[in-house]
Nanobody, 119 residues
């Protein structure tokens, strides 16, 4: 299974972007059982968790994005989304999609998509 992110780009402060992460070659019934997450990383800093969504659609967000970002999934499309609103310059980062186990172990990463928030 390959995770492929898309939707990054340049946006002004206060703007919105929607990131997508598609699980290529995943079987629908298997993807629906995946726990998925979005992380982000700025050069020189550790990768940080942004949002998680479990197989039963429970969600968790980093404090820095609560109320602004929404994670969702469409199992029929084998895709996870990250809707990002009210973007701030400090949201600038490479955003990575990941799959994790019930124990919290990351078992798959995407290649990442760059989000730049700047005027």
């Amino acid at each position: 299974v390959q995770l492929v992110e898309s939707g990054g780009g340049l946006v002004q402060p206060g703007g919105s972007l929607r990131l997508s992460c598609r699980a290529w070659q995943a079987i629908f019934s298997v993807f629906s059982a995946y726990n998925m997450a979005w992380y982000r990383q700025v050069p020189g800093k550790q990768r940080e968790l942004v949002a998680q969504i479990t197989a039963d659609r429970s969600t968790h967000y980093a404090d820095s994005v609560k109320g602004r970002f929404t994670i969702s999934r469409d199992n029929s499309r084998k895709t996870v989304y990250l809707q990002m609103n009210s973007l701030k310059p400090e949201d600038t980062a490479v955003y990575y999609c990941s799959q994790y186990t019930t124990d919290g172990e990351i078992i798959k990463w995407g290649e990442g998509t760059l989000v730049t928030v700047s005027s």
